[in-house]
């Protein structure tokens, strides 16, 4: 295959847009898709090939994998898997139809997708998968529990995934980002205001704090824009053997030998000092 092909999803911002156009400049043929048809609409007239996948809809992931099948003849190098969001609010203020929808499209869209590329990738006898996880995939934090919970799933399932395509030429990899400059917080903020019933919460005084953090411009400490990630995405899709984790922003790393290292009490601890 001359030109390998990549199926995005989450194009239309952030990570998945500008790793799409990063990875078109370099020579791939890039399949950039979003869920809603006025960002495909945008991203065709910018010149890539889109389409729409919603990770809500199983028949819009079906249809999405179709036209995969069909615009490359049944060859898809990789797959990397970046369409999520985050759902803040405490894991008591957090209903089944809440926590539910957080993993809808965090979870199960992203498994249900993934299981339809591989049977594509275990026929032609090769690929790559990569999941854009979180430095909360393997810790967490407060206020953070619905997204902490579909972050360390996703890891669960990929971890197993890796274990059975052992002695196979297709390869999972883990992108566990800390802060990066996106849309992120904005979307998380609009989801913080649509479903948390604030003012009735245990916590209501300190989601005053949280509110004030979610609308501001100001990045945390550390935080890289998306190139970082890029970079690792890179190396997954090029390396001969590609890493099983890669941990993108110093947050993430400190975090990752935190916990290697410090007592369960130690560690939480740390981790309740963090906003």
Known sequence: MNQKSVLITGCSSGIGYHCAKRLHEKGYRVFATARKTEDVQRLLEEGFESFQLDLNDTDSIHKAVAE??????????????????????AVEDLSREILKAQFETNLFGTHELTTLILAMMR??????????SSVLGFVSLR????????????????DTMRLELTGTDIYISLIEPGPIRSDFRKNALQKFLENIDRDNSHFKEEYVHKLEALQSEKDAPFTLGEEAVFQALLHALE??????????????????????????????????KVE
């Open 68 to 89: 995969v099948q069909k615009r490359t003849k049944g060859e898809l190098y990789a797959l990397f898997n970046n369409g999520a969001y985050g759902q803040p609010g």
């Open 123 to 132: 026929k032609q006898g090769y690929g790559r998968i990569i999941q854009n």
């Open 143 to 158: 206020f953070r529990g619905a997204y902490n919970a579909s972050k360390y799933a996703l890891e669960g399932l990929s």
């Open 239 to 272: 390396s001969k053997k590609p890493k099983a984790r890669y941990r993108v922003t110093k947050p993430t790393s400190f975090f990752w030998f935190s916990k290697r290292i410090l007592s369960t009490r130690w560690l939480d601890k740390l981790l309740r």
